[in-house]
T-cell receptor, first 116, second 109 residues
Framework: GAGVSQSPSNKVTEKGKDVELRCDPI?????LYWYRQSLGQGLEFLIY????????KSGLPSDRFSAERTGGSVSTLTIQRTQQEDSAVYLC??????????????FGSGTRLTVV | TQLLEQSPQFLSIQEGENLTVYCNSS?????LQWYRQEPGEGPVLLVT?????EVKKLKRLTFQFGDARKDSSLHITAAQPGDTGLYLC?????????FGTGTSLTVIP
């Protein structure tokens, strides 16, 4: 597609339920990143995928968070047993490669998750 | 984690005023980027600076990378309401960029 697409754009869920957030990166981009952003704050790194290499999961805040990337394209971020502190905007970004990128990341519009 | 601190955190100014936003770290970065984010959207890249001491201009925006490549500044001349948004710096840490804490700018008409 022309840009990074995320779905759903908004998600309200009850505490304790599982949620899945989806990211469709730009076609041909080998690197994909997930970030979390609390209201008006900076971005907190969660996980990134680069081609067929093992993902860097060092930013995942707990074992309730997991992510996968199928076929080197679409990625799904799963949060199990959601807690209120998981409420945030989850942003996905893609780029042609990792490392120095003059063109920067291309971000999706994010999924706003609210846990009630 | 390589922390990037931005200041000020919030800034509200009148249209036509000048302002400077700072991005500081104790770490050295091989490159640094600035993004602007509007409500309900993802961040959009404004500029990439690579060389220590480098200055780049983008219309009314001037970006500077510190000589030691640990800090950067963004100066906006004659701010306009369209400049309103969240400004984020991001430092190249090899395989990914670490993002700063953000500066929320509001320009009042």
């Amino acid at each position: 597609g022309a840009g990074v697409s995320q779905s759903p754009s908004n998600k309200v869920t009850e505490k304790g339920k599982d949620v899945e957030l989806r990211c469709d990166p730009i076609s041909g981009h080998t690197a994909l990143y997930w970030y979390r952003q609390s209201l008006g704050q900076g971005l907190e790194f969660l996980i990134y995928f680069q081609g067929n290499s093992a993902p860097d999961k060092s930013g995942l805040p707990s074992d309730r968070f997991s992510a996968e990337r199928t076929g080197g394209s679409v990625s799904t971020l799963t949060i199990q047993r959601t807690q209120q502190e998981d409420s945030a905007v989850y942003l996905c970004a893609s780029s042609p490669m990792t490392g120095f990128i003059t063109g920067g990341y291309t971000f999706g519009s994010g999924t706003r998750l609210t846990v009630v | 984690t390589q922390l990037l601190e931005q200041s000020p955190q919030f800034l509200s100014i009148q249209e036509g005023e000048n302002l400077t936003v700072y991005c500081n770290s104790s770490s050295v970065f091989s490159s640094l980027q600035w993004y602007r984010q509007e409500p309900g959207e993802g961040p959009v890249l404004l500029v990439t600076v690579v060389t220590g001491g480098e200055v780049k201009k983008l219309k009314r925006l001037t970006f500077q990378f510190g000589d030691a490549r640990k800090d950067s500044s963004l100066h906006i001349t004659a701010a306009q309401p369209g400049d309103t948004g969240l400004y984020l710096c991001a430092g190249d840490a090899g395989n990914q960029f670490y993002f700063g804490t953000g500066t929320s700018l509001t320009v009042i008409p």
